[in-house]
């Protein structure tokens, strides 16, 4: 199975400043046919998890523009500009490109 | 819009066994691969399984493999979990999750609220 790695495990954020979560595979995520099958999900305390991002840098729907992901290959990156208060949770990396899907340990953001 | 609604978890003996459903609504049930993922309380999230579009092909974690079985019935857009043997690790939040094709490979676009079993004499 592909081992999938994130730092930091957690993070403490001032309002209205930036955060950046790393989030490592084993082995590349790039497939034949040209996609790279890396998503972020957030966990917002007590809620079920959501899609942010998919395929490294594209966000889902709803998503607000202060998120952003990208990277390649087996080194994947999740920015948010500008944290707001809604942001806290765990946020978890997962590959998509072989079963079983994997996570990431998850990496819990939290507002000081 | 998307909803996926579980049920069917609850308390449970070592041991014994449950059923979980998970009713999905607002998109073609039948084109679309499903999974399984659980979370243990205080821990992350688990992969425990997948089944494709048309139920042709099932997938398992190695840590439930033989115990539970993944199934669908595409006439009732409903995805079910069947868990036999249980024991004390099992205990989990279990989510539903839409895949994001037929396959396997791809995201897990939604996800239902969650149904919790525990598993405790």
């Known amino acids: 199975d592909i081992v999938m790695t994130q730092t930091p495990l957690s993070l403490s954020v001032t309002p209205g400043q930036p955060a950046s979560i790393s989030c490592k595979s084993s082995?590349?995520?790039?497939?034949?046919?040209?996609?790279?099958?890396l998503y972020w999900y957030l966990q917002k305390p007590g809620q079920s998890p959501q899609l942010l991002i998919y395929?490294?840098?594209s966000r889902f729907s709803g998503v607000p523009d202060r998120f952003s992901g990208s990277g390649s290959g087996t080194d994947f990156t999740l920015k948010i500009s500008r944290v707001e208060a809604e942001d806290v949770g765990v946020y978890y990396c997962?590959?998509?490109?072989?079963?079983?899907?994997?996570f990431g340990q998850g990496t819990k953001v939290e507002i000081k | 819009q998307v909803q996926l609604v579980e049920s069917g978890g609850g308390v449970v003996q070592p041991g014994g066994s449950l059923r979980l459903s998970c009713a999905a609504s607002?998109?073609?049930?039948?084109?679309?691969?499903m999974h399984w993922v659980r979370q243990a309380p205080g821990k992350g999230l688990e992969w425990v399984a997948f089944?494709?579009?048309?139920?042709?092909?099932?997938y398992y974690a190695d840590s439930v493999k033989g115990r539970f079985t993944i199934s669908r019935d595409n006439s009732k857009n409903t995805l079910y979990l069947q868990m036999n043997s249980l024991r004390a690790e099992d205990t989990a939040v279990y989510y539903c999750?839409?895949?994001?094709?037929?396959?396997?490979?791809?995201?897990?676009?939604?996800w239902g609220q969650g149904t919790l079993v525990t598993v405790s004499s």
């Open positions: 089944i494709r579009y048309d139920g042709s092909n099932k």
């Open positions: 607002g998109f073609t049930f039948s084109s679309y691969g």
């Open positions: 997962m590959q998509g490109i072989h079963l079983p899907p994997t």
């Open positions: 395929e490294v840098s």
């Open positions: 999750a839409k895949g994001g094709g037929p396959y396997g490979s791809g995201s897990l676009d939604y």
């Open positions: 082995q590349s995520l790039l497939h034949s046919d040209g996609k790279t099958y």
